[in-house]
């Protein structure tokens, strides 16, 4: 299953910093999606071969070192319920404070692998000084500049060596997962009871990931998979910030185990910067997507209003917007069943193998009317092409010359396979490799 380790600390102590650094090696930060303005919550980062998924907790100005403010209980409570193993960092700088006492009590308590983590240390004399942490009462913690990257070779070993190693048994194994994500009260509880029939036969609650997170067989009107639920969200506060913090934490691995991710919007309030993280997580992670826009019935509509609401959240999504877009009401059952139907369909692109044959058969004279620009004077021509055997749609293209071809003309490439193949509502991966 996969492993999820939160960065925790004060303002400023630098958690930002290793979240980024931890990110570099993989180009998987969410907010690389166009149309994510929000901070960065999440991403994937690996270590010696090992992945998981990083939080970081961001930080909020409490009023003063000896305020340990309802807020920052919150983000750190949110990551100590949800992640497999914590960062705790400090600030050698600003030396030990009473709100770091704070969160290191919270964290004792929680019976989770946790580090402390001395940050800022650029020299011998930094060195000496974070002596003063083992106020805490802690036998060991680790030093490192996160700004530099010294010393977090040393840390990211002991975190990875500890992720628990039970191995997780599918019980469903084979057949398609289909996730229902989204945020807090878009109707995502009222479409799995609708779909199930209010009769929720619950088959498996998965351990180790979410207490939320249920897998529950649907197999009805020919079609046959696993719905995860991930409806069942806490209500952790009022406050809009910390329901964001929470909806992404339980998405992250429902999402990342998923075939299909259903995106369910509230078409009161429209599409949201929560949404298009979440659909930036399904993307990256290669999963096919469907946007269910619920809770039509309420609004106001006239012979346009469809097409306008579809058109801005495909304006909103970025490139990758030859995705499925249904309005529904969970409540009144209106159109559900399409979206049923538009997911397996999306299973089924996502899992689409074109043969080489016909695959040069159709891109190649495609290329030849419509060839890569030329660049400083040097001419592209692409010779071959293959799909790759991977789960999710991914091309090679050889061609002479693939340093010049530019992203424009991989995006033309990525439509013209979407055009002559149908891959609607999943992503692909295109790659120029030299021939």
């Known amino acids: 299953m ?47 071969g090992v992945d998981f998924t990083v939080i970081d907790t961001g930080g909020y100005d409490v009023g003063s070192d000896d305020i340990f403010e309802e807020e920052i209980r919150r983000q750190v409570q949110l990551a100590v319920d949800e992640a497999t193993s914590i960062i705790f960092m400090l600030n050698v700088q600003e030396g030990l404070t009473d709100t770091d006492e704070e969160i290191y009590r919270l964290l004792r308590k929680s019976n989770k692998p946790f580090y402390v983590v001395v940050n800022k240390v650029d020299s011998n004399k930094d060195e000496l000084a974070t002596t003063e942490f083992y106020q805490l009462g802690i036998e060991k913690y680790y030093t490192l500049s996160s700004a530099s990257g010294s010393g977090t070779g040393d840390l990211l070993d002991d975190v990875v060596a500890d992720f628990p190693h039970t191995e997780y048994k599918d019980p469903f194994e084979g057949l398609p997962k289909i996730t229902i994500a989204g945020r807090p009260n878009v109707g995502k509880s009222t479409l799995t009871n609708a779909l199930l029939d209010n009769n929720r036969n619950i088959v498996t609650d998965i351990a180790g990931t979410t207490r939320d997170s249920i897998e529950t067989l649907y197999n009805k009107f020919g079609h046959e998979f696993v719905l995860v639920d991930t409806a069942g969200m806490r209500k952790k506060s009022k406050v809009s910030e910390d329901l964001e913090f929470y909806s992404v934490m339980r998405s992250i691995r429902s999402i990342e185990h998923s075939d299909v991710v ?22 990256k992670n290669r999963k096919g997507i469907i946007i269910l826009v619920n809770k039509w019935d309420l609004v106001e509509k ?13 304006n909103k999504i970025g490139q990758f917007n030859d995705v499925p877009i249904l ?28 043969k080489t044959s016909k695959l040069n058969e159709v891109m190649l004279p495609i290329f030849e009317n419509t060839p890569p620009p030329a660049t ?23 061609c002479n010359l693939p340093q010049y071809v530019k992203d424009p003309y991989k995006r033309f490439v990525e439509n013209q396979l979407r055009k002559n193949f149908g891959f609607t509502g999943s992503p692909i991966e295109v790659y120029f490799r030299q021939k």
């Open 2 to 48: 996969s492993n999820i380790v939160a960065i925790v600390g004060r303002p400023n102590v630098g958690k930002s910093t290793l979240f980024n650094r931890l990110l570099e090696r993989r180009e998987a930060i969410v907010d690389s999606t166009a149309g994510v303005t929000r901070d960065r919550h999440y991403g994937k980062s690996d270590w010696n």
């Open 262 to 283: 259903i995106i369910m919007v509230d078409a009161t309030l429209g599409w949201e910067s929560q949404d298009m993280n979440i659909f930036g997580l399904a993307q």
């Open 302 to 314: 006239n012979t346009h209003t469809m097409k306008e609401f579809e058109a801005s959240i495909k």
């Open 327 to 354: 309005f529904v009401s969970a409540l009144t059952k209106q159109r559900i069943l399409k979206a049923v139907d538009a997911a397996m369909e999306v299973y089924e692109n996502r899992k689409k193998r074109i």
């Open 376 to 398: 400083k004077g040097k001419y592209i021509k692409i010779k071959y092409c293959v799909q790759l055997p991977t789960p999710s749609p991914q091309f090679v293209f050889f």
